[in-house]
C-alpha cells in the first residue's frame, strides 16, 4: 500500500569531503546544512558547496558549532548564553553572505555535533538558541533533535522548527544520540540503516540501542556526509522511501 507521507532528506556539507562525493550526495538529497567556520569551513568551501546545492535544487542551511577544527566539533566545550550568541552571530551571518552573493536564501539553521547535543540538553541555552533566531532570523526555521529541548524552547516564542531524526546513529533511550565514542553509536550497514529509516518515516519509532521502541516524530532525516558509506546510504533509503510512497522534499 502507497503512503501519504513526505520527507525532508538531509545531510551534513562542506566538511571536508572531495567536491565530487558532495556533488553526489547533492543528488539525492533535498536540503544540506553547510559547516560555515567552526568544526571546518572557509568562504570558498561555503560558496562551492553553495553552488552546488544551487545546481541540483537543494536548499541551504548554515551549520555552526564550537570553533573546534581540531575535534571537527565533536568535543564538548564550555559555552554560556552570551558565548553562544556570539558564535552563532559569526558563523551564520558568514554563511548568509555567501548565500546572498550566490543567489540562494538561507533555509534553516542546524547546529553540529557536540554543540548540538549540549544545548538539546541545556534548557537555558536552548532558549538562548530560539531568542537570538527569533531577533535575527525571525523566518528561519531551526533543525532540532526530534523530541527535544531546542523544540520546546523554539515553540514557545514561536520560532519555527523542523523535527530531525539520524537514519545512521543509534538512540538511548530517552530519544538522545548514542554517544560517538560507545560501540554501535554510529551506524554503516546500508540495510539496517534503511529498515531503522523507514520505520522511523512511516511507524514514527525506532529501536534504541538497549531494544526498547520509542516514538519518533520526524519532519526531517539526516544521512551525515563523513559516514564512509554515506553515498550509498543516500542513494539507497531514498529509492526505499520512494518506493512505499513517501515524498522526499524540502522542510
Given at each position: 500500500?502507497?503512503?501519504n507521507?513526505?520527507?525532508?532528506?538531509?545531510?551534513?556539507l562542506?566538511?571536508?569531503?572531495?567536491?565530487?562525493?558532495?556533488?553526489?550526495?547533492?543528488?539525492?538529497?533535498?536540503?544540506?546544512?553547510?559547516?560555515?567556520?567552526?568544526?571546518?569551513?572557509d568562504?570558498?568551501?561555503?560558496?562551492?558547496?553553495?553552488?552546488?546545492?544551487?545546481k541540483?535544487?537543494?536548499?541551504?542551511?548554515a551549520?555552526?558549532?564550537?570553533?573546534?577544527?581540531?575535534?571537527?566539533?565533536?568535543?564538548?566545550?564550555?559555552?554560556d548564553?552570551r558565548?553562544?550568541?556570539?558564535?552563532?552571530?559569526?558563523?551564520?551571518?558568514?554563511?548568509?553572505?555567501?548565500?546572498?552573493?550566490?543567489?540562494?536564501?538561507?533555509?534553516?539553521?542546524?547546529?553540529?555535533?557536540?554543540?548540538?547535543?549540549?544545548v538539546?540538553?541545556?534548557?537555558?541555552?536552548?532558549?538562548?538558541?530560539?531568542?537570538?533566531?527569533?531577533?535575527?532570523?525571525?523566518?528561519?526555521?531551526?533543525?532540532?533533535?526530534?523530541?527535544?529541548?531546542?523544540?520546546k524552547?523554539?515553540?514557545?516564542?514561536?520560532?519555527?522548527?523542523?523535527?530531525?531524526?539520524?537514519?545512521?546513529?543509534?538512540?538511548?533511550?530517552?530519544?538522545?544520540?548514542?554517544?560517538?565514542d560507545?560501540?554501535?553509536?554510529?551506524?554503516?550497514?546500508?540495510?539496517?540503516?534503511?529498515?531503522?529509516?523507514?520505520?522511523?518515516?512511516?511507524?514514527?519509532?525506532?529501536q534504541?540501542?538497549?531494544?526498547?521502541i520509542?516514538?519518533?516524530?520526524?519532519d526531517t532525516?539526516?544521512?551525515?556526509?563523513?559516514?564512509?558509506?554515506?553515498?550509498?546510504?543516500?542513494?539507497?533509503?531514498?529509492?526505499?522511501?520512494?518506493?512505499?510512497?513517501?515524498?522526499?522534499?524540502?522542510?
Amino acid at each position: 500500500m502507497k503512503l501519504n507521507l513526505q520527507i525532508d532528506l538531509n545531510c551534513d556539507l562542506g566538511e571536508g569531503e572531495p567536491l565530487e562525493i558532495t556533488e553526489t550526495l547533492m543528488r539525492h538529497v533535498t536540503s544540506c546544512s553547510v559547516a560555515c567556520g567552526g568544526h571546518f569551513g572557509d568562504e570558498t568551501s561555503m560558496r562551492a558547496t553553495a553552488l552546488l546545492a544551487r545546481k541540483h535544487g537543494v536548499t541551504v542551511g548554515a551549520h555552526p558549532s564550537f570553533a573546534d577544527r581540531k575535534n571537527f566539533g565533536r568535543k564538548g566545550l564550555p559555552i554560556d548564553e552570551r558565548g553562544l550568541r556570539a558564535l552563532l552571530t559569526e558563523q551564520v551571518s558568514a554563511m548568509k553572505t555567501v548565500l546572498d552573493a550566490s543567489s540562494l536564501r538561507l533555509h534553516h539553521i542546524k547546529l553540529h555535533g557536540a554543540l548540538y547535543n549540549l544545548v538539546e540538553r541545556d534548557e537555558k541555552l536552548a532558549r538562548a538558541y530560539a531568542v537570538w533566531t527569533k531577533e535575527n532570523f525571525p523566518n528561519t526555521p531551526l533543525i532540532v533533535l526530534a523530541g527535544g529541548c531546542v523544540a520546546k524552547a523554539a515553540r514557545e516564542i514561536g520560532v519555527r522548527v523542523a523535527k530531525e531524526v539520524f537514519a545512521d546513529r543509534a538512540y538511548n533511550d530517552d530519544g538522545t544520540l548514542v554517544s560517538r565514542d560507545k560501540l554501535g553509536a554510529v551506524l554503516e550497514d546500508v540495510d539496517e540503516i534503511c529498515d531503522r529509516a523507514a520505520q522511523m518515516v512511516t511507524q514514527r519509532r525506532v529501536q534504541t540501542i538497549s531494544g526498547k521502541i520509542i516514538t519518533m516524530d520526524a519532519d526531517t532525516i539526516c544521512v551525515h556526509g563523513d559516514n564512509p558509506k554515506s553515498v550509498e546510504i543516500v542513494r539507497e533509503l531514498r529509492q526505499a522511501l520512494e518506493q512505499v510512497g513517501v515524498l522526499m522534499v524540502a522542510f
